[in-house]
């Protein structure tokens, strides 16, 4: 099982980032897949998800700027950020969990996004 992230870099405030897993080894219909995150001196946080039935989910703090998708052919899953602010700053990491995001069994490697001026 493979999960790996890219896309991540850095950025202005206000700027967009799209970041990208490609996963591999498991079958995506049948898991929970989505985006963590986690800042400096922070907790690990859910960013976004998707459920095994399609469902999506967002943290209050990027709804309206952040949107998951999935390409199913490709086994990839991606999240545009638009409007990035400073607090977005953070690692973020694709997991993948059965059915849901809440716990999950795979993890990526993460990828950086820095948002400053």
């Known amino acids: 099982v493979q999960l790996v992230e890219s896309g991540g870099g850095l950025v202005q405030p206000g700027g967009s980032l799209r970041l990208s897993c490609a996963t591999s080894g498991f079958i995506l219909d049948y898991y929970g897949i989505g985006w963590f995150r986690q800042a400096p001196g922070k907790e690990r946080e859910a960013v976004s998800c998707f459920s095994s039935s399609g469902g999506t989910n967002y943290v209050d703090s990027v709804k309206g700027r952040f949107t998951i998708s999935r390409d199913n052919v490709k086994n990839t899953v991606y999240l545009q950020m638009n409007s990035l602010k400073p607090e977005d700053t953070a690692v973020y990491y694709c997991?993948?969990?059965?059915?849901?995001?809440?716990?999950?069994?795979?993890w990526g490697q993460g990828t950086q996004v820095t948002v400053s001026s």
């Open positions: 997991a993948a969990g059965i059915t849901t995001c809440s716990y999950p069994i795979y």
